[in-house]
Nanobody, 118 residues
């Protein structure tokens, strides 16, 4: 499975940004999709996850109410819709594929930089 993330950039605080992650290859067994982020000098942290049919989602407390994880299975694409962005959301964002919501990712995409200016 290959994951290609895109959509990062520079945005002002309060703004919005949408990241996309396209999966290719044999995705059937690793269809749970997740987003993580890593800020400079910090550990990589979980942001959000969606079950295969998006019926179940999970969010880190720091992004609840601001971020969503829509997915388009016909396009093998999962998105990270980020609203009301804060400077503390600045990080490299990674998409990942897993066999379950409580499992560690099996596949990772390359990161995409999100910078939120104050």
């Amino acid at each position: 499975v290959q994951l290609q993330a895109s959509g990062g950039g520079l945005v002002q605080a309060g703004g919005s940004l949408r990241l996309a992650c396209v999966a290719s290859g044999r995705t059937d067994s690793t269809c749970v999709m997740k987003w993580f982020r890593q800020a400079p000098g910090k550990e990589r942290e979980f942001v959000t996850a969606a079950s295969c049919n998006a019926g179940i989602t999970d969010y880190a407390d720091s992004v609840k109410g601001r971020f969503t994880i829509p997915r388009d299975n016909a396009k093998n694409t999962v998105y990270l819709q980020m609203n009301s962005l804060k400077p503390e959301d600045t990080a490299v964002y990674y998409c990942a594929a897993s066999v379950g919501l409580r499992y560690q990712p099996r596949y990772w995409g390359q990161g995409t930089q999100v910078t939120v200016s104050s």
